[in-house]
T-cell receptor
Framework: DTEVTQTPKHLVMGMTNKKSLKCEQHMGHRAMYWYKQKAKKPPELMFVYSYEKLSINESVPSRFSPECPNSSLLNLHLHALQPEDSALYLC?????????????FGQGTRLTVV | GESVGLHLPTLSVQEGDNSIINCAYSNSASDYFIWYKQESGKGPQFIIDIRSNMDKRQGQRVTVLLNKTVKHLSLQIAATQPGDSAVYFCAENWGRAGGTSYGKLTFGQGTILTVHP
């Protein structure tokens, strides 16, 4: 099983709303990631969690708040987003956070900020 | 800065042909490479990987070639099928432990592969 599950698949939110994206994996992976992908562009790394601890924050604005409640779950809390934050948000996981780690991606959440 | 990039942004082939998708990288410290396939509306799907101590690796209908001398990576798809139509990304994973790039996956710009029946 190499499945990373993301919910919801689609989300439309206003600029004053608070919403959360969820990601789940049951592969026993100890590293989990959030990526942002704009149309016709490659995914860009936002956050890395290793053993439930935030290891990398790629200078992401504070309106994006990640959370790792346990080794299988990863959340991304959204608040006061801007229209330019509309994108495909991808979750990924790998066995460990290290060089040469094979990362598996979820199907993504298509976020539209209105 | 150093980056992973692609020579051709689009590739159009006939069903049954072999496809070759190229990727150039500039970071000589790169140690591990992955090819991903991304279909419209979906997340990247792992296809095949290769480490820098290898120059070729084969999977089912796919072969990845690595030429470290010229910092070039390619993905060969045999007997291309319409279902292979997608965007293909090469990705680079590198960095020393404790460094700011450690464990990061950096993607190239992608190549759009279109397979005509």
């Amino acid at each position: 099983d190499t499945e990373v599950t993301q919910t919801p698949k689609h989300l439309v939110m206003g600029m004053t709303n608070k919403k959360s994206l969820k990601c789940e994996q049951h592969m026993g992976h100890r590293a989990m990631y959030w990526y942002k992908q704009k149309a016709k562009k490659p995914p860009e790394l936002m956050f890395v969690y290793s053993y439930e601890k935030l290891s990398i924050n790629e200078s992401v604005p504070s309106r994006f708040s990640p959370e790792c409640p346990n080794s299988s779950l990863l959340n991304l809390h959204l608040h006061a987003l801007q229209p330019e934050d509309s994108a495909l948000y991808l979750c990924a996981s790998s066995q460990e956070w290290r060089q040469g780690a094979k990362a598996f991606f979820g199907q993504g959440t298509r976020l539209t900020v209105v | 800065g150093e980056s992973v990039g692609l020579h051709l942004p689009t590739l159009s082939v006939q069903e049954g042909d072999n496809s070759i998708i190229n990727c150039a990288y500039s970071n000589s410290a790169s140690d591990y490479f992955i090819w991903y396939k991304q279909e419209s509306g979906k997340g990247p799907q792992f296809i095949i990987d290769i480490r820098s101590n290898m120059d070729k690796r084969q999977g089912q209908r796919v072969t990845v070639l690595l030429n470290k001398t010229v910092k070039h990576l390619s993905l060969q798809i045999a007997a291309t099928q319409p279902g292979d139509s997608a965007v293909y990304f090469c990705a680079e994973n590198w960095g020393r432990a404790g460094g700011t790039s450690y464990g990061k996956l950096t993607f190239g710009q992608g190549t759009i592969l279109t397979v005509h029946p």
